[in-house]
């Protein structure tokens, strides 16, 4: 058997932790508070951050560049450096999230204060295991 069949199996951590963080509190609030956004909130309400709220769009569109950069290293023979760049790149847009402090709770702007969650670690540590099968696949030359 070829290496190459099985390089797909380097990037399964990285899906089965992101596919986890969907359903994990990703930001809430400190303390006992009740509540939280989960992962999927995150992913559903993140792109409204490109009218407006930069602070939103950039963990969004990390989750772009997370999956383009998954779909060319699974489907891609040869995934060169691109895939690489794009994991590296997904890893301080994800950051960008530590900076939220406050978000929305309702339709009439009312704030309330969150902290990252289990998921917002969870998902972190996708993009770090997706770098880090991109840098596998990329010395390897698989």
């Not at 909130?41 to 969004?60: H, Q, R, S, T």
């Not at 402090?101 to 969650?117: H, K, L, Q, S, Y």
Request: proline residues 5%; glycine residues 8%.
């Amino acid at each position: 058997m070829d290496v190459r069949e099985f390089s797909w199996v380097l990037f399964i951590p990285a899906m089965a932790l992101w596919c986890a963080a969907l359903f994990q509190p990703a930001l809430k609030q400190p303390g006992t508070g009740t509540f939280h956004y989960s992962g999927l909130n995150c992913l559903l309400l993140g792109w409204l951050g490109l009218f407006g709220i930069p602070k939103y769009a950039a963990p969004w569109l990390a989750n772009v560049l997370f999956w383009m950069s998954l779909a060319s290293g699974l489907f891609r023979r040869h995934t060169g450096r691109q895939a690489l760049v794009l994991s590296l790149v997904a890893i301080p847009l994800a950051l960008v999230a530590l900076a939220i402090r406050t978000i929305e709770v309702d339709e009439a702007g009312n704030r309330t204060a969150v902290v990252p969650g289990f998921g917002f670690y969870l998902w972190l540590a996708s993009m770090l295991a997706l770098a880090a099968a991109q840098v596998v696949r990329t010395e390897t030359r698989l």
